[in-house]
């Protein structure tokens, strides 16, 4: 099989009054991998330039660490490959973004969400906050969906205690 590195090239840094964006200098199809996700620079503490890729894990993703959130994004960021995948169809140009969720358990500094999306969470702090209902609409990485069932196995245990 052969391996091939996907570089960031295809990506760039948008600056508007001060707010970051990640747009795309090509057009990509629905499932295509943009790029590889860095992970040269891991830590166990989240900041504003990570991404949180395993349970207590989180990685400085560079050029990624401009990409925003939304509640309708149309990009996935898969921790277990380490690649950017297009969610759809995705024009030349255009801005890129990611469900925060989709990788966050409990967000550092969270905000609230002005996407417009009809599916809009409104308040961006994790997956932690969310509803299941929520979630399941959603990609949603294998670290969050475990910490996921772990939390909810906790409620069981705690509504038996309080019979």
Same mark, same amino acid.
């Given at each position: ?8 090239? *295809?990506?760039?840094?948008? *600056?508007?009054?001060? +707010?970051?964006?990640?747009? *795309?200098? /090509?057009? @990509?199809?629905? $499932? ?12 166990? =503490?989240?900041?504003? +330039? *990570?991404? /949180? ?6 990685? #400085?993703?560079?050029?990624?660490? !401009?990409?925003?959130h939304s509640c309708d994004p149309n990009v996935i960021l898969?921790?277990? =490959?380490?690649v950017m995948i297009a969610r759809r169809d995705i024009e ?5 973004? &990611? +469900? ?7 967000? /550092?500094?969270? &905000?609230?969400?002005?996407? $417009? ?7 961006? !702090?994790?997956?932690? +906050? ?8 959603? @990609?949603?990485?294998? #670290? ?11 409620? /069981?245990? #705690?509504?038996?205690?309080? =019979?």
């Open positions: 099989m052969m391996s091939t590195t996907i570089t960031m090239e *295809t990506l760039a840094i948008k *600056t508007e009054n001060k +707010f970051r964006t990640l747009v *795309t200098k /090509q057009a @990509y199809k629905k $499932g295509e991998v943009i790029c590889s996700m860095p992970s040269e620079n891991i830590m166990d =503490k989240p900041n504003r +330039f *990570t991404v /949180q890729i395993g349970r207590e894990v989180h990685t #400085h993703v560079g050029k990624l660490a !401009a990409l925003n898969d921790t277990k =490959k380490m030349k140009g255009e801005e890129l973004s &990611f +469900f925060y969720p989709s990788t966050e358990w409990e967000m /550092q500094a969270p &905000f609230i969400c002005i996407c $417009g999306a009809s599916n809009c969470i409104h308040v961006v !702090a994790g997956a932690r +906050f969310l509803p299941l209902s929520t979630l399941e609409n959603h @990609y949603l990485n294998p #670290h969050i969906r475990e910490m996921m069932i772990e939390l909810l196995n906790h409620t /069981q245990e #705690h509504l038996k205690s309080l =019979k």
